[in-house]
């Protein structure tokens, strides 16, 4: 959700932007661009700092293993292809 504060801050910038006509109907103007802002904000799909950095720091070390297991993989298809070694038959299959 976001910071009430903020939206107040925001209200309160668009409030005084507004040609000084609008801005004399006093407090039910920023009431209203309050609950505008808060109802617009709302509908995006907004995530706050917080979880925006949790996110990032979960991506990076997805990339990281990632980066790992391509390595492994490489290593373990280089190991495979290179030919056995003939074995010496044992003594049992003489």
Known sequence: ??????????????QDAMPQGIRNLGGDVEKKIRQVLQAQLGRMDLVNREEFDVQTQVLLRTREK???LELRLNALEAAASVPATEQKPSETDA
């Open 66 to 68: 990632l980066a790992a």
């Open 1 to 14: 959700m976001i910071d009430a504060k903020k939206i107040e801050q925001l209200a309160r910038q668009v």
